[in-house]
């Protein structure tokens, strides 16, 4: 899903993977939990997703709902200069994908 972006996988840690567009840059990553009990998707916990056009904002929430996850607000307009959809994925995890201006 994140490719549709120019994301990709830069970290293997052996229980989970980190994508990115560079070491150098904020990613987003997905291990199995350190302490070793079940993952739970957090109500009220949310990973936002920088991109750099609306049209990105609009190819990955539609990638995201074309690959099983779940609508929690088509893209568009959010106040002032602020775009942006959202979804959740496959576990139940909340996101988004935003974009300003």
Same mark, same amino acid.
């Given at each position: 899903?994140?490719? =549709?972006?120019?994301? !990709?996988?830069? &970290?293997?840690? @052996?229980? @989970? /993977?980190?994508?990115? &567009?560079? &070491?150098?840059?904020?990613? #987003?990553?997905? #291990? =199995? *939990?350190?302490? $070793?009990?079940?993952?739970? *998707? $957090?109500?009220? +916990? &949310? +990973?936002?997703?920088?991109?750099?056009?609306?049209? !990105?904002?609009?190819?990955?929430?539609? !990638?995201? #709902?074309?690959?099983?996850?779940?609508?929690?607000?088509?893209? $568009? *307009?959010? $106040?002032? @200069?602020? /775009?942006?959809? /959202?979804?959740?994925?496959?576990?139940?995890? !909340?996101?988004?994908?935003?974009?300003?201006?």
């Amino acid at each position: 899903m994140l490719a =549709t972006i120019g994301v !990709k996988r830069i &970290m293997d840690f @052996g229980r @989970g /993977y980190a994508w990115g &567009m560079s &070491m150098s840059q904020p990613s #987003l990553g997905i #291990l =199995t *939990p350190f302490d $070793g009990q079940p993952a739970s *998707p $957090g109500n009220g +916990a &949310m +990973a936002a997703l920088v991109v750099d056009s609306r049209a !990105k904002v609009d190819a990955l929430h539609a !990638k995201a #709902l074309a690959l099983g996850g779940k609508d929690e607000g088509a893209p $568009g *307009p959010r $106040g002032e @200069g602020f /775009y942006a959809g /959202y979804f959740r994925d496959l576990d139940g995890n !909340k996101l988004n994908a935003f974009c300003i201006g």
